[in-house]
C-alpha cells in the first residue's frame, strides 16, 4: 500500500480493503520511523490526520468520495493551515500558529484529503538546496548526505520516500522541478495564476506559483486538478474554468514536436545528466514524439534578472516581519527602532538577509533603472524567447538540474555556484509557463535524473499527456530509494 498509485489507494479505500483512518495511520508510523533520518517534517499533526481521515471514512461510507478523499497529503510549510504551525522555514514564524487556510489549503480540505503534517523547506523559500532551514536541512532519500533540492526539498523527500503519497510545494525559480528533479518524482508547477497565492507566505510575488508532487505525472494530474482554480481573493488568479487535467494522459503522442533549446544543451551539463536526458528523449521519439533543434537566445539572462527582480520583491514582502504584529520578537531592545533591528537581525537567516540587502539596493534611488528595470526588460526578452519557441513546437524538453544532488555543504559558501543550479528552470518563472521534470535515469552516482518539460500557457495537460505516456513506456518512476522502499 505503500508504493501505490492514487488510483490504486482510491480502489482500496472505495472497496474497503484499507479505512482512511488505517491509510492515514500507516503513513504516519512511517513518518515516525523515517523522519529522523529525512527531516522532511517540520510538523506532524497525528491528532488532526485521524480526524480528517475519519470524516473521510464518513464520507466514502455515505458514497460521497472525490478522487482524493482519504488520500494522506502533506503540504510545503509556505503554505497557512488554521490552527497549525506554518513557519515557513525560518525562526521569524517558529511560532506563528495560522489563523486561516491557504486557499489551496482548502481546496484540499474540501476534497477530503488527509493531511499528515508540514514539510521541511528554505526559509522563505530562499534556497536551491533546503539547506538554510532553520529547522535543519531536509536530506535527500537516495543518500542521506546529499541534498534533496530546494525550495520544496521536505515536500520532495516524503514522496520520493513514501512518507505520503502527493505533496504540495512552491515554484518561484524551479523549487518544485529541481527537488522533483534530484529525488526521482514528479513535479509541476502550473502556468501563473492557475492557483491561487492566497495565504501561501510571500517571496516573490511575481514569479510564486504553488505546484504539486507525486510518484507519477497522474498523481500530479489529480493533485493538481484538485488545486487549481480561481479565487477573487488573490488578484493574480486567473478567472478560468475548472480543469481535469486527468483527462489527456493516454492521448497518443504521435505528431507532438518537442524542441530542443540549443542553449540547454551546451557546457555545464554533467555528462551523466547528458547521457540520461538523451536516452529519456529517445524514448520520446520512440513513441511518436518529433524533437527538432530550437534556440532561447536570452536564456543566459535568466539567473541575472531573477536574481535582481526576486530579491527586489522579497525586500517589499519580507518588511512586513518586523516584531511587532506577529512572529518573532527580539528578547532584549531599547526602543522601537531597536526593536525592529534586532528582531529581523536574530529572526532572519543568512540567505534571507543576502536577498532583502541586494533587493533594497537595487530599488534604492539611483539605481533602480540601471538593475530593476533592466531586469524586468530582460524578463521580457526571455518571455518572447518562449513565445516565438512555441510556434515551432508544442513542448520543450532538456534537464531540470545540471548535476545529480550535490553533497550538503558542498555549495554553501560559494551562493553563485547555489543559484547556478537552477539554471534550467529560472527561466520558466520570469516567463510565467508552465513547467513539469519527471525522472529520466540515473547519474554515474547512483543518483536521479531528471527531465524538464515546458509548455506554453495552460499547456499543463500536454506536459502531463506527455510525461504519462513516457512513464507507461519506462519504469524510472517506480524505482524507490533502496533504504526506504
Known amino acids: ?81 488554521e490552527g497549525v504551525l506554518t513557519s515557513c522555514g525560518s ?62 526539498g521536505g515536500s520532495a523527500a516524503a514522496v520520493a520516500a513514501r512518507l505520503v503519497p502527493i505533496a504540495t510545494g512552491s515554484d518561484t525559480g524551479g523549487s518544485v522541478r529541481q527537488p522533483a528533479a534530484l529525488t526521482g518524482v514528479t513535479g509541476i508547477k502550473p502556468t501563473y495564476g492557475v492557483c491561487s497565492r492566497y495565504g501561501m507566505v510571500a517571496y516573490a510575488s511575481s514569479l510564486d506559483q504553488a505546484g504539486a508532487f507525486g510518484a507519477s505525472a497522474a498523481d500530479c494530474a489529480t493533485l493538481l486538478s484538485a488545486m487549481a ?6 488578484a493574480t488568479s486567473l478567472e478560468r474554468p475548472s480543469e481535469d487535467y486527468c483527462r489527456d494522459l493516454d492521448r497518443p503522442l504521435t505528431g507532438l514536436t518537442i524542441g530542443l533549446p540549443r542553449e540547454f544543451f551546451g557546457p555545464g551539463m554533467a555528462d551523466d545528466v547528458r547521457a540520461a536526458v538523451d536516452a529519456a528523449l529517445a524514448e520520446y521519439r520512440k513513441l511518436g514524439a518529433v524533437t527538432v533543434e530550437i534556440s532561447l537566445p536570452n536564456a543566459h539572462l535568466a539567473i541575472p534578472a531573477y536574481y535582481v527582480i526576486a530579491p527586489a520583491e522579497a525586500s517589499s514582502n519580507l518588511s512586513r516581519f518586523d516584531g511587532v504584529r506577529y512572529g518573532y520578537r527580539a528578547a532584549d531592545y531599547g526602543d522601537l527602532t531597536d526593536m525592529y533591528q534586532k528582531s529581523r537581525a536574530q529572526g532572519f537567516g543568512a540567505e534571507v538577509k543576502r536577498r532583502i540587502l541586494v533587493g533594497t539596493y537595487v530599488l534604492s534611488h539611483g539605481y533602480y533603472d540601471a538593475y530593476y528595470l533592466k531586469a ?5 526578452l526571455i518571455a518572447e524567447d518562449f513565445r516565438a519557441a512555441f510556434t515551432q513546437c508544442h513542448l520543450i524538453a532538456g534537464p531540470t538540474s545540471p548535476t545529480t544532488a550535490w553533497a550538503i555543504g558542498e555549495k554553501c559558501d560559494d551562493p553563485v555556484q547555489m543559484y547556478l543550479s537552477d539554471i534550467y528552470t529560472i527561466a520558466v518563472n520570469l516567463a510565467g509557463l508552465p513547467g513539469l521534470s519527471h525522472p529520466a535515469g540515473f547519474g554515474a552516482d547512483g543518483l536521479p535524473v531528471g527531465l524538464q518539460l515546458i509548455g506554453n500557457y495552460f499547456a499543463e495537460h500536454r506536459l502531463l499527456n506527455a510525461a504519462h505516456r513516457f512513464q507507461q513506456a519506462t519504469d524510472w518512476h517506480n524505482r524507490r530509494p533502496p533504504a526506504f522502499a
Open 1 to 81: 500500500m505503500i508504493n501505490a498509485s492514487l488510483s490504486e489507494l482510491r480502489r482500496a479505500l472505495d472497496t474497503r480493503r484499507i479505512s482512511a483512518v488505517e491509510l492515514a495511520t500507516l503513513f504516519l508510523d512511517r513518518i515516525d520511523s523515517a523522519n529522523p533520518q529525512l527531516n522532511a517534517f517540520i510538523t506532524v499533526d497525528r491528532d488532526r490526520a485521524l480526524a480528517a481521515a475519519r470524516q473521510a471514512d464518513a464520507r466514502i461510507a455515505a458514497g460521497s468520495a472525490g478522487p482524493l478523499t482519504g488520500i494522506p497529503l502533506a503540504h510545503k510549510d509556505v503554505f497557512c493551515t
Open 91 to 152: 525562526k521569524m514564524l517558529a511560532n506563528f500558529i495560522s489563523p486561516y487556510d491557504a486557499h489551496i489549503v482548502a481546496l484540499l480540505k474540501a476534497a477530503g484529503a488527509v493531511m499528515l503534517g508540514k514539510t521541511n523547506m528554505d526559509e522563505f523559500a530562499m534556497g536551491s538546496s533546503n539547506e538554510n532551514s532553520y529547522f535543519g536541512p531536509a536530506r535527500n532519500p537516495w543518500h542521506t548526505d546529499r541534498v534533496p533540492g530546494g525550495s520544496s
Open 229 to 234: 482554480g480561481f479565487d477573487p481573493r488573490d
Open 376 to 380: 524586468q526588460q530582460l524578463r521580457r
